[in-house]
């Protein structure tokens, strides 16, 4: 979805509420190694205060992945909250600033690279998984194998 900001940085108090879902088909799940199991909802407000623009958005999502540890398929629930402070253009190196360069905010795009920065690469299916037997394959969460 693209964001118009024109009146957002031209009005102050001027508000913008959205609410949408992006669909797997258009994200690119390998960036994420995992799948979408439901869309990806995301929601929330641009604001203008007192001349300060910014942006919060919140993002709900299951992913499917597979453990790093005991290879287990498994589902997990996510939600995560995002803010920026968006402005039209920047000479300051800011990476809290969000550059909207035509008054236009890509906010997939926001949305996804926030994401790709807060989901853990390594991924457990319970923190404390025992993992699979090096010699026989055995998944230890289900018990201990004849190995050892
Ligand atoms: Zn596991
Ligand atoms: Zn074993």
Redesign the pocket.
């Given at each position: 979805m693209i964001l118009q900001l024109k009146q957002l940085f031209d009005i102050v108090g001027e508000v913008k509420d959205f609410s949408f879902e992006i669909s797997p088909e258009e994200i690119n799940e390998a960036q994420f190694s995992a799948d979408f199991v439901t869309p990806l909802s995301v929601s929330g407000r641009a604001e203008n205060r007192a001349g300060v623009v910014a942006v919060r958005l919140s993002c709900v999502f299951t992913l499917s992945h597979v453990c790093d540890r005991c290879l287990k398929e498994f589902e997990r629930e996510y939600s995560f909250e995002f803010s920026h402070i968006l402005v039209q253009s920047s000479n300051t190196r800011n990476d809290e600033y969000v550059v909207c360069s035509g008054n236009t905010l890509d906010i997939n795009e926001l949305a996804i690279s926030d994401l790709l920065l807060q989901l853990p690469t390594k991924i457990l299916c319970r923190e404390d998984c025992k993992g699979?037997?090096?010699?026989?394959?055995?998944d230890?969460n289900e018990g201990?194998?004849?190995?050892?």
């Amino acid at each position: 979805m693209i964001l118009q900001l024109k009146q957002l940085f031209d009005i102050v108090g001027e508000v913008k509420d959205f609410s949408f879902e992006i669909s797997p088909e258009e994200i690119n799940e390998a960036q994420f190694s995992a799948d979408f199991v439901t869309p990806l909802s995301v929601s929330g407000r641009a604001e203008n205060r007192a001349g300060v623009v910014a942006v919060r958005l919140s993002c709900v999502f299951t992913l499917s992945h597979v453990c790093d540890r005991c290879l287990k398929e498994f589902e997990r629930e996510y939600s995560f909250e995002f803010s920026h402070i968006l402005v039209q253009s920047s000479n300051t190196r800011n990476d809290e600033y969000v550059v909207c360069s035509g008054n236009t905010l890509d906010i997939n795009e926001l949305a996804i690279s926030d994401l790709l920065l807060q989901l853990p690469t390594k991924i457990l299916c319970r923190e404390d998984c025992k993992g699979l037997c090096y010699v026989c394959g055995h998944d230890l969460n289900e018990g201990e194998c004849n190995c050892s």
